[in-house]
């Protein structure tokens, strides 16, 4: 699939609210996600998903805070 960078919404918990954030590409098959504010409870091994607009563009698993 096409690799996802810059803006997106991110959502690390099914009833958490969406936040804007940054994506870029990590060292080897990883990305590294900023909020563009503090969140509190993401933690490791939690799921994210990253939309633009309405639409699914990518996902992972949280490795470190």
Do not use: K, N, W
Not at 5 to 14: D, E, H, T, Y
Not at 23 to 40: H, L
Request: proline share 9%; glycine share 14%.
């Amino acid at each position: 699939g096409a690799t996802v960078s810059g803006p997106v919404v991110a959502q690390c918990s099914a009833h958490g609210a969406p936040r804007p954030a940054t994506v870029e590409p990590g060292p080897g098959d990883t990305a590294v996600v900023r909020f563009a504010t503090p969140q509190r409870r993401v933690a490791a091994g939690q799921s994210v998903v990253l939309y633009e607009r309405d639409e699914v563009v990518g996902g992972g698993v949280v490795v470190t805070e």
